[in-house]
């Protein structure tokens, strides 16, 4: 799985949209590009995937740029509850039997 | 919330004890994991089931027995444990291109 970089921590005004990055400039061309988070004392949390092109869904947006060495995720009204720690994987489509490797992530804080 | 539950959410026990953690999941996957997460160190594999069948055991001491009994359930029996596994004990299932989800865990504390 390839290498990925994040910022340690960043904080966020309630209301206003997050925008996480991370950096993977080794992606190869089968490697996905994940994102999940962890709220303290609680299992992972799956949020989002993508290969190229751009990802909506309830939960949040992916932005994957064109050579997808950087991308970006958006959760669009971050509210309090949203506090958490991001990691961003990236990861081959059948690695199914390998485990997921969590970096150290981003310390995402929500302030009211 | 994720469709993968886990029992019990807390769980204490001693050395001698034997016990057994449950998971269960209603989103039809094919593969479940369990995982254990300690302070302050990655996740780390333990088990992983294919259409009810191990295909991984990551060196994992034989104190921990998994069980699958079908496609929807997961078992980790536990006897005998040290208080060294004390940890989040997290089960998950895979879904298409290979996302995971996530049960609540079950903190484990052995005395």
């Known amino acids: 799985d390839a290498k990925t970089t994040q910022p340690t921590s960043m904080d966020c005004a309630e209301g206003r949209a997050a925008n996480l990055p991370c950096n993977h400039s080794?992606?190869?061309?089968?490697?996905?590009v994940y994102w999940y988070r962890q709220i303290h004392s609680q299992g992972p949390q799956y949020i989002i995937h993508?290969?190229?092109n751009n990802e909506t869904n309830e939960m949040a947006s992916l932005i994957i740029t064109e050579d997808r060495k950087s991308s970006t995720l958006i959760l669009p009204h971050a509210t309090l509850r949203d506090t958490a720690v991001y990691y961003c994987?990236?990861?081959?489509?059948?690695?199914?039997?390998?485990?997921?490797?969590f970096g150290k992530g981003t310390r995402l804080s929500v302030i009211a | 919330e994720t469709g993968v539950t886990q029992t019990p959410r807390h769980l204490v026990m001693g050395m001698t004890n034997k016990k057994s953690l449950k998971c269960e999941q209603h989103?039809?996957?094919?593969?479940m994991y369990w995982y254990k997460q300690s302070a302050k160190k990655p996740l780390e594999l333990m088990f992983v089931?294919?259409?009810?069948?191990?295909?991984e055991n990551n060196s994992v001491p034989s104190r921990f027995s998994p069980e699958c009994p079908n496609s929807s359930h997961l078992f980790l029996h536990l006897h005998t444990l040290q208080p060294e596994d004390s940890a989040l004990y997290l089960c998950?299932?895979?879904?298409?291109?290979?996302?995971?989800?996530f049960g609540p865990g079950t903190r484990l504390t052995v005395l």
């Open positions: 998950a299932s895979r879904g298409g291109t290979d996302t995971q989800y």
């Open positions: 080794t992606i190869s061309g089968n490697e996905y």
């Open positions: 993508g290969l190229k």
């Open positions: 994987i990236v990861r081959g489509w059948n690695s199914g039997n390998t485990p997921l490797v």
């Open positions: 989103l039809g996957h094919n593969a």
């Open positions: 089931y294919n259409f009810k069948e191990q295909t």
